[in-house]
């Protein structure tokens, strides 16, 4: 990549405050009347008043900001407001009020439709913060509640959470049960139901119950804040395409006010056209090489895309790592929580071929009464497996090195590793072998003296990873897998979801490593984690993405976060990147073929002001209107 990828540049825009809006109608109204006034001196001072009035912010801007930016730069530093200026002047000199009228006011309908986009993006930031708590239920040591701002919650504090609340800050629930809207920040339509050690997020909607939580965070250190924070960067960070423009916009219009002159004198001498003739074209010539069109091809189209996006819960810092996107080469997903579900479940259960219909309900409950007295992780998958068996009172003993040991009735029954039991049925072992090389976590079942069943556990995929794996390899995208996790666990979950490269056992510390090695051979390469162990390789990678459950320094570091934890909201922006790349390309061929053929009409004497004035504002607004296309995005 030719520039850093943590470059941030300029982007001052000026937007129209309500006195400009006022002004710019009343402009038009002057304009609208004077076309139905006969003629004479009330429809000239008609058209002035519409050109002073609606030009206003223009002539404003294009000489301070002209003066400014070359005092600063120490350099001729024009805009394109200057060439509009000076072209609506020129009119006026040969007494064409109305078409001087008219480019001032197409000009500035465009320079405020650019800033609807800009401002529809903005929207989406506004909502954010107006989504920030202001106010919390702490409770006191008496048990009575006190109405405290936000900002002065600590860690530890118990907060009382009623029905229809809104979560004043992140942390977790020490009581009570109740369904949480959490839209705002994972985008998820349906409530989650929360109950103890569950994790609230500040900025939700608590539903018809009530719950008491412990703050976890600081009020400035919650994901809400985070992601306001990131949000507003998106303006100050903008594609490589907007950048080339806006480092190229004063050469040109340099270029474009020393040619002018040129133009006059070629056609006065050369051309032998008469002075009015020459001075007329020469102003038409201006206003056919303004590069309004040019310098608007960009930056809607991408804050529209970011707009959009944000309304799906994907948040980028900046246009540019989203203009990235487009030229991804190859994508690297961190393995728990990223594709997978993050927490182990059940797959397959099998009971051995001597046992019985009858004897396998029975072993069931005692498998269920067994792990409901365990703290391991795999306990509450075997629980959550077997849901619609309730556990029977049991002794139940944890032997470490061997497993649970629980008696019942006048047997004595034993949950294990493989390697804890002596003598294993052949069909058992068989069984293993498989779930083994499917990359599953195998736990046996049995009596003192045989296994009599095992069951399978997994960290399976999420329903959505293969669906996005599958879009990238239809994109000729190279898909890789990193993972902390023993090489054949890894390469079991790669097979399942197809994907090109699984790269296991790998410490937190060689993530980073891998992504600059995917760099050398895939020049574009975006990274997906969602843990502390995935910030260096974010930071490497060309387009960092957090998933959104994640934690806080992974968000922190990364180029744009996927607030829900599905990768189909990754590939949609995959999709929706492309298309920007798409419609700024449209943007830029149309506005230099309208440039050019406006100056060889011009020349061959087939244009006139009022059509150069229509032509190009209207290539403008055309170009605005395809990027605002955006906002609707595209068909997922």
Known sequence: MSESKHDNHDHDHSHGGKAEVILFFAGLAAFLIALFVGTGPLKTTLYITSL????????????????????????????????????????VIIGEYMEAALLILIFGGAHFLEHYAEDKSNKEITNLIQLNPTTARRMKKTGETEIVDV?????????????????????????????????????????????????LYGSTMNGAGTLVMEVTKDSSDTVISKIIDMV????????????????????????????????FLVGLYIFQWSGYDSFYRTMVFLIATSPCALAVTDIPATLSAISNLAKRGVLFKGGSYLSNLSDLTAVA??????????????????????????????????????????????????????????????????????????????????????????????????????????GKTVVYFGSEEEVLALIAIQDVPKDTSKEAIQYFKEENIHTVMITGDAKRTGEAIGRQLEIDEVRGNVMPDEKAGIISDLKET??????????????????????????????????????????????????????????????????IIFALAVVVLLVISNMIGQ?????????????????????LRLLKGVKD
């Open 522 to 587: 895939y020049p574009v390469t975006a990274m997906l984690g969602d843990g502390v162990n995935d910030a260096p390789a974010l930071v490497t990678a060309d387009i960092g993405v957090a998933m959104g459950e994640g934690t806080d320094i992974a968000i922190d570091v990364a180029d744009a976060v996927l607030m829900k934890n599905d990768l189909s909201r990754f590939a949609y922006t995959h999709k929706l990147a492309k298309k920007l790349r798409k419609v700024v390309w449209q943007n």
């Open 232 to 263: 507003s960067q998106t303006q100050s960070n903008i594609s490589r395409t907007a950048v080339f423009i806006k480092k190229v916009e004063p050469i040109y219009v340099t270029i474009v006010l020393l040619l002018t002159p040129i133009f």
């Open 333 to 438: 997903f961190d393995k728990t929580g990223t594709l997978t579900v993050g927490k182990p479940v059940v797959t397959e259960t099998y009971f051995g071929e001597e046992v019985t219909k009858e004897q396998q309900k029975e072993y069931e409950t005692i498998i269920v009464s067994m792990e409901s007295k365990a703290n391991h992780p795999l306990a509450q998958a075997i629980i959550n497996h077997y849901d619609d068996i309730s556990p029977i009172e049991i002794e139940v003993e944890n032997i470490i090195g061997v497993g649970l040991i629980a008696t019942s009735g006048q047997s004595t029954y034993k949950i294990g590793k493989p390697n804890s039991y002596n003598v294993i049925p052949e069909d058992i072992k068989r069984q293993t072998e498989i779930f083994e090389h499917e």
């Open 151 to 199: 900002s002065e919650l600590k860690i530890g504090d118990k907060l009382s959470i009623l029905n229809g609340d809104q979560i004043p800050t992140d942390g977790t629930v020490i009581s009570g049960n109740s369904s949480v809207d959490q839209s705002s920040i994972t985008g998820e339509s349906i409530p989650v139901e929360k109950k103890k050690g569950d994790t």
């Open 52 to 91: 002073v009035l609606s030009g206003y912010h223009i002539i404003i801007e294009g000489f301070s900001d002209t003066i400014h930016q070359t005092i600063k730069r120490k350099k001729f530093m024009p805009n394109i407001h200057i060439l509009m200026t000076l072209a609506a002047i020129g009119a």
């Open 607 to 627: 244009m006139n002001m009022t059509l150069a004035v229509i032509f190009h504002e209207g290539s403008t607004l055309a170009v605005i209107f395809n990027g």
